[in-house]
């Protein structure tokens, strides 16, 4: 069965501070990968997204993401935090053939001064 | 210009009630979702239309109804609502069906049932 798994429920890190998140699936074949933020009070919004190509994607607000496909892996970072990142963040998986879609349960990031 | 648009934000109703959520999208895109979060931000489908047409029905309980009068508008109406039907509903939508279109998401819906 298809899935998608954040490790991490919830992450601390101080501002300036590199961040990592973790997502790693579980599918037949490589899927379409996204990560998505979701401030509060708002919808989600997309972060970046892997379709083949070059493993290492840039995103919107300074984030990059690695997949790697011998670990199933697709994390997201960012080398310097700042407060307004603060959020819940979501990764996500599409299938490359019918309309599956998935998301991961989330990391809430904490950022403190 | 906001894409996708929910209506209302927030929603505090008494259990048993029958209440409606609006949704328009005006990014021309052919399909739309329904995602409840619940309290523990997990984000599941409801469903999802493509021009109109019903596409994923996940299981849900039969008193959640989506209704689609054209492809910019993807309504949801809830009958009898529960006390565990409390949680955030989103709309969304994306240029097509299929696992590699970005979904674009509105604002939510505050659902509160008491």
């Known amino acids: 069965a298809q899935s998608v798994t954040q490790p991490d429920i919830h992450i601390t890190v101080s501002e300036g501070a590199s961040l990592e998140l973790r997502c790693n699936y579980s599918?037949?074949?490589?899927?379409?990968l996204f990560w998505y933020v979701q401030s509060p009070g708002q919808g989600l919004q997309l972060l970046l997204k892997?379709?083949?190509?070059?493993?290492l994607v840039q995103g919107i607000k300074g984030f990059e993401a690695e997949f790697k496909r011998s670990q199933s892996s697709f994390n997201l970072r960012k080398p310097s935090v700042h407060w307004s990142d603060a959020a819940e963040y979501f990764c996500a998986v599409g299938a490359r053939a019918g309309n599956q879609f998935y998301f991961g349960t989330g990391t809430s990031l904490t950022v403190i001064p | 210009d906001t894409a996708v648009s929910q209506t209302p934000k927030y929603l505090v109703t008494q259990m048993g009630n029958d209440k409606s959520i609006k949704c328009e999208q005006n990014?021309?895109?052919?399909?739309m979702y329904w995602y409840k979060q619940d309290s523990k931000k997990f984000l599941k489908i409801m469903f999802s239309?493509?021009?109109?047409?019903?596409?994923i029905n996940e299981t849900v309980p039969n008193r959640f109804s989506p209704k689609s009068p054209d492809k910019a508008h993807l309504n949801l109406h809830i009958n009898s609502l529960e006390l565990g039907d409390s949680a955030v509903y989103f709309c969304?939508?994306?240029?097509?069906?299929?696992?590699?279109?970005?979904?674009?998401f509105g604002e939510g819906s505050w659902l509160t049932v008491v």
């Open positions: 599918y037949g074949a490589t899927p379409y």
């Open positions: 892997y379709f083949s190509g070059d493993t």
């Open positions: 969304a939508s994306s240029l097509r069906g299929g696992g590699g279109n970005t979904i674009y």
């Open positions: 239309y493509n021009n109109k047409e019903l596409i």
């Open positions: 990014l021309g895109h052919d399909t």
